[in-house]
């Protein structure tokens, strides 16, 4: 397991005064894939990464035990999560939904900060993780097979036709 040292600096950089939104370019770099387990330190947060697919094959959470920050990204939040869209998966989602009840329950998270919409707390994560987990059996994914595909169909003859 690598780790990686962030400085606060190379995050919290404004630009100068000549600074130009229509000139702004951004200069590609080759990125390495994040690992389970690999961590990262910004200041006094050490962030562990956690592979918890679901609305994405990819996606991650990022832990920092010290404070019980949980950095959720798409995984969770307090709105219906996206598990609908093409490349979802219900049954990827549902285990990182258990993932995240036990981290709720035990202690390790205290604040959740979601990519959308407002902080919550444990109480909270369990409460939503066990909702999407009430709801989301075998109906519901056949239910989501379905809208999903309809969706691609969609996507699809709109490209079709647009080229």
């Not at 329950?105 to 009430?134: C, I, M, N, W």
Request: net charge positive.
């Amino acid at each position: 397991m690598e780790t990686v040292n962030i400085e606060p600096r190379e995050l919290l950089q404004y630009p100068n005064r000549e600074w130009d939104t229509n000139t702004f370019r951004v200069t590609p770099h080759k990125a390495k894939p994040l690992k389970e387990g690999e961590k990262f330190i910004i200041d006094d947060l050490i962030l562990k990464v956690l592979h918890l697919p679901g609305s994405s094959a990819g996606g991650i959470v990022l832990l920092d035990q010290t404070h019980g920050y949980l950095f959720s990204g798409d995984a969770v939040s307090r709105s219906e999560p996206i598990d609908w869209f093409p490349g979802c998966s219900v049954r990827s989602m549902r285990s990182s939904m258990r993932i995240l009840n036990q981290l709720g329950r035990s202690g390790t998270v205290k604040l959740v900060l979601p990519g959308h919409g407002t902080t919550f707390t444990a109480v909270q994560l369990v409460l939503e993780s066990e909702k999407y987990l009430d709801r989301s059996g075998l109906c519901y994914r056949i239910r989501i097979w379905f809208k999903s595909a309809q969706l691609y169909t969609k996507l699809r003859l709109r490209h079709s036709f647009s080229g």
